[in-house]
């Protein structure tokens, strides 16, 4: 079974509209981690988000927030206001177990955003 | 320099050739990984390296062989590889301790013919 789930393999939103791009994750660790990573057409992956599973709320980072539903196991990405730039690949990515070394991720297969003028 | 640089941008090789991809940190972390990121497959981590010490090998083909001879510095040494092969290679560095996040490069774009 997969870990992580991205359903949606496209979408597409018009700049300065908010965007939630879906993740739902698959574990039966109680302790783990969901981060949201950006890969624009240049290939890198640019780390945007990261949740821990015993985190009381909701993690934010400037225009991005993580809408985290343990029960539902969803960790969607939200971003605000977006902008031409935020045109890329989107990966959601989970780390079972506790921060205790090298970080270990399972990647889902990605959402691509597009942003339209 | 600055972050995690990955040479060469581009490689095309045919199966019988032997090449090497280099990948550099800048960031003074203790971690490095190899992934390999394939059409519409999710990325898959190949290896992992902790202080310059092998901790995870995720059934990678015997063609494909990492080599990491210091904290700042990893190589994948590639031969006779096979057209599956091809892929987006990335290399990532992080803190072994304490951070959470993995830092990438910009990947080597590779082309088996």
């Known amino acids: 079974a997969q870990k992580i789930t991205q359903t949606q393999p496209g979408m597409f939103v018009q700049e300065k509209e908010a965007v939630t791009l879906d993740c739902t994750y698959d574990?039966?660790?109680?302790?783990?981690?969901l981060f949201w990573y950006k890969q624009p057409s240049s290939g890198e992956m640019i780390f945007l988000i990261y949740q821990g599973s015993y985190d009381q709320q909701n993690a934010t980072e400037g225009r991005y927030s993580l809408n985290f539903q343990k029960a539902r196991k969803s960790a969607n990405l939200v971003i605000s206001a977006s902008q031409l730039g935020d045109s890329a690949m989107y990966f959601c990515?989970?780390?079972?177990?506790?921060?205790?070394?090298?970080?270990?991720?399972?990647f889902g297969t990605g959402t691509r955003l597009l942003v339209s003028p | 320099e600055t972050g995690v640089t990955q040479t060469p941008r581009h490689l095309v090789m045919g199966m019988t050739n032997k090449k090497s991809l280099k990948c550099e940190q800048h960031?003074?972390?203790?971690?490095m990984y190899w992934y390999k990121q394939s059409a519409k497959k999710p990325l898959e981590l190949m290896f992992v390296?902790?202080?310059?010490?092998?901790?995870e090998n995720n059934s990678v083909p015997s063609r494909f062989s990492p080599e990491c001879p210091n904290s700042s510095h990893l190589f994948l040494h590639l031969h006779t590889l096979q057209p599956e092969d091809s892929a987006l290679y990335l290399c990532?560095?992080?803190?072994?301790?304490?951070?959470?996040?993995?830092?990438f490069g910009p990947g080597t774009r590779l082309t088996v013919t």
């Open positions: 390296y902790s202080l310059e010490e092998r901790v």
């Open positions: 960031l003074g972390h203790n971690a």
């Open positions: 574990t039966s660790d109680p302790s783990y981690g």
């Open positions: 990532a560095s992080s803190q072994d301790r304490g951070a959470y996040e993995q830092y």
């Open positions: 990515a989970m780390r079972e177990g506790r921060n205790t070394g090298f970080q270990k991720l399972v």
